[in-house]
Structures are given as C-alpha cells and as structure tokens.
C-alpha cells in the first residue's frame, strides 16, 4: 500500500518557502517536497543527514540539500545533530496516525466479538464432552448437520359467510299455521251465532252505525233488512264466515254495495243512493254474490 502525507494547497506561500525559493527557485522546492517525501517513508518521521547520499537520490548537489534543511526554519535538526524532521509533517501525521490505529481497533474488536449462538454451541460441545450419559448422546454432534423441523403445512382457512338480515325461507322452522277458529262449528251452531250478532247489532254501542247505516242506504227499516240479509246469507252458506260483530257489519255493508250497484240501470232508473227503500229492494232470494 502507497503511503502519503498531506500537501497544503497554499505552502507555497507561507513566509520560510518564500525565501527558500527567491535564493534557490524551483530547485529548492523541489528539494523541499523531496526531502518530506523521504520522511514520510520513515518509521518515525525523521531522516539522517547525510546530504550526498540525499543529493545523489534527488540529482541534486549535497549543497543545496543541506541549505534547504538547515537555512530557512524547514526542518529541525535533533540534538546529536545527526538527524532532522518537519515539525509540520509529525503533525499531520499524528492525526492521521490517530485515525488510522481507532480504525485499526474498531476493526479488531468487531471481528474479534463472537457471537451467542457460536458461545452457546461452545457450552454444549463442552458438556457434551463431560456428560457421557445417554441423554447428552441423543444430542446431535458438531459433525453431523442439525436437522430443521418441517413446516406445519396450514390449510387455508375458508371466509365465514357473511351474516345478513335476510335469512332463507327454509332456513326458518315456519310454523304451522293454525285456522282463526279450531273448532269447526255446524251450519245449525253458525246460524246460532249469526242470530246473536244480529241481536248484538241493536245494543247501544253499535246506534251510530245503524244511523250511518240508515242514512247512508236510505234504510226504513233495519230489522227487516237484516231479516232479508239472513236468508241471504242461508242460501250462501257464509253464516261460517261471519265469526264476529265486525265481520256481520262489513259483510251487511257490502251486500247492500253489491245491491245497489246491480240495481242501479233496473226500470225505475235507480241510480245511486237516495231513491226508495233499500228494505224493500233488497231480494229474498241471492241475486248477486259478495265480494269475499
């Protein structure tokens, strides 16, 4: 590896080479950057003063090398005399010198620190070695390669459905449906039940439907009408539907709709509501169906 030393841009300048270069001119700066070549190639920096032997190397004369190293304040001679330095060169080269032994010892620490896992196998080796039991010979040797366990092989997992609000209708125990009335009654027992709701229809509670009623189909007579309604309902067999005093309102309602609106073109140009007496036009006998 080349060694170097650091070469100021501006050491032309400084006041010693000045001189050193109006007596001696290039030559002499030559010499000088020679002569700390020379130097820099040595353990501790520092050359012996043997300028003929220095001249001769540089091709120069042993005059010029001794002016340039003892005139001008460049180098300094040791105390024997027999030697000579830069002051500036061991300056520069003690800090690259420090530089260069911490890089030197981070390097050695780094490459010297063993790792655990080589400490570890270390302990067990030696264990190993002085534990001759049946245990400490299942253990694998240093020799043998260490066998990696296989992978567990997973199976993908499949994505839970999505829960929804809607569910399938055959997903849902459905119930089964119930008639609105179990028992199953006779014609004789719906007849039965029909005439109470009759009755019912005159109590005090259902007088403001009668007036609507009344009112509404021109009706002279309720009882009479419902008279006629009774039968109407016998022939049709609907005594069965009519399970409440809501149904027996709403079908009387809409056999008198039904009524009318068959009758509305007959000869005496019935049209509407208004004009004669729904008792005495209702039919005694089925002359339209209901609207069920």
């Keep these: 590896m080349e060694s170097y030393f650091p070469h100021k841009s501006n050491s032309r300048y400084s006041s010693n080479v000045l001189r050193m270069r109006m007596s001696y001119g290039l030559s002499g700066y030559g010499a000088y950057y020679m002569l700390l070549e020379r130097l820099r ?4 920096y520092i050359g012996d003063c043997d300028y003929g032997m220095l001249g001769f190397e540089f091709g120069a004369d042993a005059e010029l090398v001794r002016a340039v190293v003892e005139d001008f304040g460049l180098f300094v001679l040791t105390d024997d005399g027999l030697h000579f330095y830069s002051p500036e ?3 520069s080269m003690k ?3 420090a530089k260069k032994t911490k ?16 400490d570890a196998d270390t302990d067990n080796v030696a264990v190993s070695d002085a534990d001759p039991s049946p245990s400490s010979q299942s253990e694998p040797s240093q020799s043998e390669p260490i ?8 199976e993908p997992r499949q994505p839970e459905p999505v829960k929804t609000d809607t569910v399938r209708r055959e997903e849902v125990a459905q119930p089964e449906r119930q008639p609105k009335h179990a028992a199953v009654l006779s014609e004789a027992e719906c007849m039965q039940r029909f005439d109470k709701l009759s ?13 609507s009623v009344s009112n509404t ?11 006629k309604f009774r039968k109407y309902v016998i022939s049709l067999s609907l005594a069965e539907k009519i399970r409440s005093l809501t149904d027996f309102k709403k079908y009387f309602v809409w056999r008198a709709e039904s009524f009318l609106k ?5 000869t005496n140009s019935y049209n509407g509501y208004g004009r004669g007496s729904l008792a005495s036009r209702m039919p005694e006998e089925p002359g339209c169906g209901l609207i069920l």
């Design 41 to 44: 190639q040595e353990p501790e």
């Design 89 to 91: 060169l061991m300056e």
């Design 95 to 97: 800090v690259k010198d």
């Design 103 to 118: 890089a030197r010892e981070s390097a050695r620490a780094r490459w010297n620190k063993k790792p655990a896992s080589a």
């Design 147 to 154: 066998r990696q366990p296989e992978p567990v092989r997973q």
């Design 199 to 211: 009755e019912q229809v005159f109590d005090t509670e259902s007088a403001m439907w009668l007036d």
């Design 217 to 227: 189909y021109h009706i002279d007579d309720m009882h009479r009408a419902i008279a």
């Design 262 to 266: 068959d009758r509305s073109d007959d």
